[in-house]
């Protein structure tokens, strides 16, 4: 008998976040970060970044291109964002959209009303983000990161694009009309220098809440973030999984190579970092000497601690599949979703991680030294990793790992140890031994990657 | 005993209580135990949470915009998430200090008072802050939240300095109103009902409460002082305008939450799925029974009715507002709770599906009887017994995964504004009411939802209440927790299954096993009121 056909199905409304905003203020930023979040959670997300079906009738144009008294740019402009929207509109038709966010400077009432209407009329949600900035400093680094950055200057002379781009914000400045009372029966955010002063108008459903929740806490300020496993521990190296045990001898030597590891990476002057552990032994221990060599604050968070693997703590992955065949199988089948007996899921730890990720957007500089279960979701969250693969991800003991948030992507780049240790990756449906990740997978170091 | 409460407060506060019963909203008590909250992700040795410090929220506004309500409402949630939180009415410090029967000076907050209200004031104040730095300092408190108008600039500077010197961060949230018609909502619901005003006409006495307050409080500065860290609320929630001078998690958490909170008076109700076909069986999600149809006819027909004398009621009093009280009606995405919705549907109210209100999962127990799970996963049952709102068995849900699963849940029954029914499966109802009405989180478990009674939640801007509606004529074997609700939590061992519903014909609290009982608890349709004493108090 088929469930009964009244009362609506969808938990969530659909929403098109538009970003709004001088060029160099972060919008493309927020755009995909807000994506790679709401895909993290599990809430399909897409960015429709109107720049780049601007690039393909024109892809390198000069500053006169966005001249508001320049018919043909401003022809070709609106082209772009009529073949943006359209697109998105066909995204949300397919029924798999829940959230989109057009990227593009939408300075004008005019443009906002626009949006604002089609949306309407196709019964998705139109919420602004606005990004203001007036801090010249700011938008100057802005600037130098997307003239190396943006398509639009791939190959050019740095100093040239960066005057080109100064021009073309002059361009927008001219026409740009901020959001005001006018449009106060739109839903609206408004980032005011960085989030330090913030408007929140008419927010009618939660998702939209949870949305402006992620956004407040996100900065766009230049900064790195390290991530490392613990050296490798006792338990790493009979195989046994969880626990909390001491670091092996070989662990405590990165431990000790960790501080110049960490300097190798490059550390821009006068930066302040701040290092954070689980409260476990093994990841404590591994900071240990950096903290000592270079007086970096550090907390230790329980949120960081190692999944659960609960009726399994402190068995080798040979007794698990000996003692709990099924659940061994059930595992490799839905390795996300799987969750230990009286233990975690690696869905459990990302719900966990949540606060971390806040609190990670709110600050600037960080070396995280955590375990591997913790360390994928948190990887997975930075380089959007979907579900199905995180789980599997090598990330293999003493290396480093620096991410670098750029405006059309994260940077990463490894640094490896060069101290010897076990393996603890395992591949899908192999047998219940650690194994060393397949070369053809495997990152050279200090590689580089968008 | 609590030391931080004098023998003289207690004395002078009709409204505190050390220890209330699971009917009674338990979010003025003070935690005993120092068991997680229901929806706590993990603990710390010092008891503080996230890393963020030491905090006093401080309210600001004139009386009657709605700043009891929003500390009440934040209290729940952030205990709810194992923030350790109280809250610090300055009212009620006042009315412990001035002696019962006497007002309080008439120049009591002008800003050019007499010396000997200064020196009242100074008293008043200091008492109050004096055991805030004792609840953050020396019982572990996180969050205090201090509830007064602070009308004055230089006051609120003054207080960040000193908060600032015992190293505690400060965050205003000022709840700002130009909206007359909350306003006056505001003062009708919660300041108008004392004695003084008994023969008044409603909006009479509006009128005179305002003017009262705006001679009373001549001066009122709204917050423009951007070297502090404050959340203003426009109009309930209209606008929020967010000054962010260093916020941490938590923080920025509250934001989250007061964009989904506003000071509209709506009531919940929580009605339990019909009987259904295959009641064993989790995975079958089977149809209704014939008992299940003839459930939700009756359930339906008793809350209309109910609805209906309340409506008149109201009428008769003279009240308005009963037009703006639609009903709309959620239920999980399970076949049973659905169709338990029909007549609803059929009367023409908006039906709305949510898959996380789907019930506790059972995992491998499910269709097991408790013998055989007893048999099976005798050291599983041991440790549930320990632990029961904790304890997952075998590829189950425990009543802390449904708690934070349904956190969305509970962020837009906040933020909805019309009354609203819920039908779900006991366990959900359970973890639900356990955040309306504070429950500990080990109660949880073993709160019981009969079948033949619909719970009413009656939200009052210091406290949520809690009443049961009974359904009548319905065949007794499907009033108790039903056969279809697996045993989980397993009752203790020596418990004859199932027990006797809490709100039994009789009206006699459960014979369940005395250990298992929370203490203090009531006949079910006893209903406790606390007086409300608002009118003297211009704060």
Not at chain 2, 498 to 522: F, M, V
Request: one cysteine or more.
């Amino acid at each position: 008998m088929p469930i009964a056909n009244f009362g609506t199905q969808s938990d969530d409304s659909k929403i098109c976040v538009v970003m709004v905003g001088l060029p160099a203020r972060g919008k493309s930023l927020i755009a995909g970060k807000a994506m790679r979040y709401l895909g993290w959670v599990g809430i399909p997300a897409r960015v429709f970044n109107v720049g780049s079906y601007r690039r393909f009738s024109t892809p390198q144009p000069q500053a006169g291109f966005f001249d508001p008294h320049n018919e043909e740019g401003e022809r070709m402009r609106r082209a772009a964002a009529e073949a943006a929207m359209s697109d998105m509109l066909q995204w949300f038709n397919t029924g798999k959209g829940v959230v989109a966010i057009l990227d593009a400077t939408n300075s004008t009432k005019d443009r906002r009303r626009w949006i604002y209407e089609k949306c309407t009329e196709a019964g998705i949600e139109a919420l602004f983000v606005e990004s203001i900035c007036d801090d010249e400093d700011l938008i100057m680094t802005n600037i130098k990161e997307v003239k190396t950055t943006s398509p639009d200057y791939k190959g050019q002379d740095p100093e040239v694009a960066a005057l080109d781009f100064r021009n073309r914000i002059r361009n927008y400045e001219k026409v740009y009309e901020t959001i005001d009372d006018d449009e106060k029966s739109y839903t609206y955010v408004k980032l005011i220098n960085v989030g330090s002063t913030v408007i929140i108008n008419q927010i009618k459903d939660y998702l939209s809440s949870r949305l402006v929740y992620y956004i407040q806490n996100i900065h766009i300020k230049p900064r790195s973030i390290w991530l490392s496993r613990h050296g490798e521990s006792e338990f790493n190296l009979t195989g046994r999984i969880g626990g909390d045990s001491n670091i092996s001898e070989r662990g405590e030597a990165y431990a000790r190579a960790l501080p110049e590891l960490m300097r190798k990476s490059g550390i821009p002057d006068n930066t302040k970092i701040v290092i954070w552990t689980s409260t476990l032994r093994r990841t404590i221990q591994s900071a240990r000497h950096l903290k000592a060599e270079t007086g970096y604050e550090t907390l230790e968070w329980k949120a960081l601690d190692e999944l659960d693997s609960g009726v399994c703590d402190g068995l080798t992955y040979e007794q698990i599949a000996e003692k709990y065949p099924e659940d061994f199988a059930a595992r490799d089948e839905d390795k996300y979703n799987y969750r230990y007996r009286g233990g975690e899921s690696y869905r459990d730890v990302v719900i966990r991680l949540e606060p971390i990720i806040m609190e990670l957007e709110r600050s600037e500089n960080v070396i995280i030294v955590t375990h591997q279960a913790v360390l994928r979701c948190i990887y997975a969250y930075f380089m959007n990793v979907p579900q199905e693969q995180s789980p599997w991800m090598e990330v293999p003991l003493h290396t480093l790992i620096k991410l670098t948030p750029r405006a059309y992507g994260t940077e990463e780049q490894r640094f490896k140890a060069d101290i010897p240790a076990v393996s603890t990756w395992r591949g899908k449906g192999t047998s219940a031994k650690h194994q060393e990740f397949p070369a053809e997978g495997k990152k050279e170091d200090t590689e580089t990657k968008n | 005993m609590d030391t931080l409460l004098t023998a003289e407060i207690v004395a002078n506060s009709p409204r505190f209580r050390r220890k209330s019963s699971i009917f009674v909203d338990a979010i003025h008590d003070l935690p005993e135990k120092a068991d997680l909250a229901p929806a706590q992700l993990y603990s710390t040795e010092s008891g503080r949470l996230f890393h963020s410090g030491r905090i006093v929220i401080i309210t600001v506004g004139l009386p009657a915009r709605g700043k009891t309500h929003i500390s009440v409402a934040l209290a729940r949630y952030l205990r709810w998430l194992g923030v350790k939180t109280r809250i610090f009415h300055l009212g009620d410090y006042r009315r412990a200090t001035i002696p019962f029967g006497e007002d309080m000076p008439d120049d009591y907050f002008y800003v050019n008072a007499t010396a000997k209200s200064v020196l009242l004031r100074q008293k008043i104040v200091r008492k109050c802050r004096e055991d805030i730095y004792h609840f953050l300092n020396h019982e572990n408190g996180q969050i205090a939240i201090y509830d007064a108008v602070n009308p004055l600039a230089s006051g609120r500077r003054s207080l960040a300095k000193e908060f600032a010197k015992h190293d505690i961060e400060t965050l205003f949230i000022e709840s700002w109103c130009d909206d007359e018609r909350i306003i006056e909502e505001n003062v009708r619901r919660v300041k108008i009902s004392s004695p003084d005003y008994v023969s008044w006409k409603s909006e009479d006495a509006v009128k005179h409460y305002l003017n009262r307050i705006y001679s009373r409080i001549p001066q009122f500065q709204t917050m423009e002082e951007k070297d502090l860290n404050y959340i203003k609320m426009i109009n309930a929630g209209e606008r929020l305008i967010v000054n962010n001078r260093s916020f941490g998690y938590l923080s920025n958490r509250i934001v989250f939450y007061l964009l989904n909170l506003h000071i509209k008076s709506r009531r919940t109700y929580f009605a339990r799925a019909g009987v259904s076909l295959d009641a064993d069986s989790y995975k079958a999600d089977a149809s209704l029974s014939e008992q299940g149809e003839d459930y939700a006819k009756k359930m339906t027909a008793r809350l209309l009715a109910h609805r209906e004398e309340e409506k008149q009621a109201m009428i008769e009093r003279g009240e308005t507002g009963y037009e703006s009280r639609p009903l709309k009606v959620w239920t999980s995405t399970r076949r049973r709770t659905v169709e338990t919705a029909k007549y609803f549907h059929e009367n023409g109210y908006k039906i709305r599906q949510r898959s996380q209100l789907s019930q506790l999962h059972p995992g491998v127990c499910e269709k097991m009887s408790e013998d055989r799970i007893r048999e099976e996963f005798g050291d599983e049952v041991a440790k549930h017994e320990l632990d029961p709102y904790h304890h997952r068995y075998p590829r189950a849900e425990s009543y802390h995964d449904l708690a934070v699963r349904l956190e969305p849940i509970i962020l837009e029954l906040e933020r909805e504004q019309t009354d609203l029914l819920i039908i779900a499966h006991e366990s959900v109802l359970r973890v639900l009411y356990g955040y309306l009405m504070a429950c500990n989180a080990a109660d949880i478990p073993f709160l019981e939802f009969p079948r033949d009674e619909i719970i009413e939640i009656v939200p009052e801007s210091y406290q949520n209440e809690a009443q049961r509606i009974h359904i009548p004529d319905l065949p007794e074997e499907i009033i108790p927790a039903s056969p279809e609700d697996l045993k989980i939590p397993v009752p203790p061992s020596g418990v004859v299954s199932p027990t006797q519903g809490l709100g039994s014909p009789e009206g006699q609290a459960t014979p369940q096993s005395g250990h298992r009982t929370p203490s203090g608890i009531r006949t079910p349709r006893e209903r406790e009121r606390i007086s409300q004493q608002h009118v003297e108090d211009v704060v």
